[in-house]
């Protein structure tokens, strides 16, 4: 079993900047891809970025240039570093952690609660 607390959510103005933290407790954190998601208020949930055990990267195009996903397995702890944000953006973001390296959420096995960015414009 994976545990996964998300922090770092909050109020920013377009343009802005916020950092994600998502740190894991349970099995062996390096083994696992990891995956940034969110969720607007209406919509399904969608891929953000995530990092593989390798430290491969894939981002949606959307946040591609803007967001930067890293892990540091030392702190058992991923990140999303989001700058120029949108209102667009606003949603609630999960972390989530998986064995297949994949876009789709279906594919991951735990996730976080969830922490809410709400951009203004």
């Known amino acids: 079993q994976v545990q996964l607390v998300e922090s770092g959510g909050g109020l920013v103005q377009a343009g802005g900047s916020l950092r994600l933290s998502c740190v894991a407790s349970g099995r062996t954190f390096s083994t696992y891809t990891m995956g940034w998601f969110r969720q607007a208020p209406g919509k399904e949930r969608e891929f953000v970025a995530r990092i593989s055990r390798s430290g491969i990267t894939t981002y949606a195009d959307s946040v591609k240039g803007r967001f930067t996903i890293s892990r540091d397995n030392a702190k058992n702890t991923v990140y999303l570093q989001m700058n120029g944000l949108k209102p667009e953006d606003t949603a609630v973001f999960y972390c989530?952690?998986?064995?297949?390296?994949?876009?789709?959420?279906?594919?991951?096995?735990?996730w976080g609660q969830g922490t809410q960015v709400t951009v203004s414009s």
């Open positions: 989530a952690a998986g064995t297949y390296d994949s876009t789709w959420p279906r594919l991951y096995d735990y």
